[in-house]
């Protein structure tokens, strides 16, 4: 199947600064990327749809401002968690397909800790 | 945020043994179901999946099944074995891949 990763594959940073993180289709061309949340034992939850070359579709109560999505190329997406807060602290896994019909392949996770 | 408390449904089984896994969904109008696997620490992995034209599918020693009547989803695995120990979610969409609504996920634990 096809390879998505993540990186950083974890970080910790102090409360108030930003962190980004990168999605990037390692053997194909991305039209659309998708960001996830998970927290521990729980579900993933979709925060925003991503197509390349326009702006994000953000999932209702997400904040577009908080996590700010750049999907530049077809292979890379990036999510920037802007003045992160303890409460962002979180597993966030993004997922990649080629096109309609495609099968949306997962990438390995980024944990997030905010100190 | 995080839900204190909260714990994932599990199912324990012997090794060897066949494994059934149950999901009910929510949307009649979903027309794609998948199952995935997560292990610790990791993303999804794709299992198998199914459109709703069908009502069973297999794969290599996993078949999902499909009751639209009821909207419910099932994952068998055959000889179950311990790297199947992981986390399982049942996920629907619309159509397309476009938008994967994931299920509550069951932790699957296999006894040497």
């Known amino acids: 199947g096809a390879v998505v990763s993540q990186h950083p594959s974890w970080v910790i940073c102090k409360s108030g600064t930003s962190v980004k993180i990168e999605c990037r289709s390692l053997d194909f061309q991305a039209t659309t990327m998708f960001w996830y949340r998970q927290f521990p034992k729980q579900s993933l939850m979709l925060m925003a749809t991503?197509?390349?070359?326009?702006?994000?579709?953000?999932e209702q109560g997400v904040e577009k401002d908080k996590f700010l999505i750049n999907h530049a190329s077809l292979t890379l997406s990036t999510l920037t968690v802007t003045s992160a807060h303890p409460e962002d602290s979180s597993f966030y896994i993004c997922?990649?397909?080629?096109?309609?019909?495609?099968?949306?392949?997962f990438g390995p996770g980024t944990r997030l800790l905010v100190l | 945020g995080e839900s204190v408390g909260l714990h994932l449904p599990t199912l324990s089984v012997q090794e060897g043994d066949n494994s059934i896994i149950n999901c009910a969904y929510s949307?009649?109008?979903?027309?794609?179901f998948i199952w995935y696997k997560q292990e610790s620490g990791k993303g999804p992995q794709f299992i198998i999946d199914i459109r709703s034209n069908m009502d069973k599918r297999q794969g290599q020693r996993v078949t999902v099944l499909l009751n639209k009547t009821v909207k419910h989803l099932s994952l068998q695995i055959a000889a179950t074995q311990p790297g199947d120990s992981a986390v399982y979610f049942c996920a629907e969409s619309p159509g397309g891949y476009q938008k994967v609504t994931f299920g509550t996920g069951t932790k699957l634990q296999v006894i040497p």
């Open positions: 991503s197509n390349e070359g326009s702006k994000a579709t953000y």
């Open positions: 997922s990649a397909i080629s096109g309609p019909g495609e099968t949306q392949y």
């Open positions: 949307n009649s109008a979903s027309d794609y």
